[in-house]
């Protein structure tokens, strides 16, 4: 069966950094556009960084820019996502997606255009 699983998340006070994996199985990641997301309970699930199939090209929500890296170990079919300088409102359960359905190689902040996902890791981040 096709999965992605989580893991990496916890509690930090503000400034702290966390490393977030996105694990897959049933599928190769190579293949496929990979993005991470968040959401807060009462609030939209908002992109926050994705990369695309070569690991080449990535992008940021422009509220995490300079904080966050996303990278991806094709060999260990898995990506991550390294937070630094965590701040209070990046508290959210953060998933990860992929584009499997689709022949896309450019990856976007969009989440109506991914199709599997993972059920999250929660992050918390307060004094």
């Known amino acids: 069966q096709l999965q992605l699983v989580e893991s990496g998340g916890g509690s930090v006070q503000p400034g702290g950094s966390l490393r977030l994996s996105c694990a897959a199985s049933?599928?190769?990641?190579?293949?496929?556009?990979i993005g991470w997301f968040r959401q807060a309970p009462g609030k939209e699930r908002e992109g926050v960084s994705c990369?695309?199939?070569?690991?080449?090209?990535?992008s940021y929500v422009d509220s995490v820019k300079g904080r966050f890296t996303i990278s991806r170990d094709n060999a260990k079919n898995t990506v991550y996502l390294e937070m630094n300088n965590l701040k209070p409102e990046d508290t959210a359960l953060y998933s990860c997606?992929?584009?499997?359905?689709?022949?896309?190689?450019?990856?976007?902040?969009?989440?109506?255009?991914?199709?599997?996902w993972g059920q999250g890791t929660q992050v918390t981040v307060s004094s």
């Open positions: 990369i695309n199939k070569s690991g080449r090209s990535t």
């Open positions: 049933g599928f190769t990641l190579d293949y496929y556009v």
């Open positions: 997606a992929a584009i499997t359905k689709a022949m896309i190689g450019l990856c976007g902040l969009t989440p109506q255009t991914y199709d599997a």
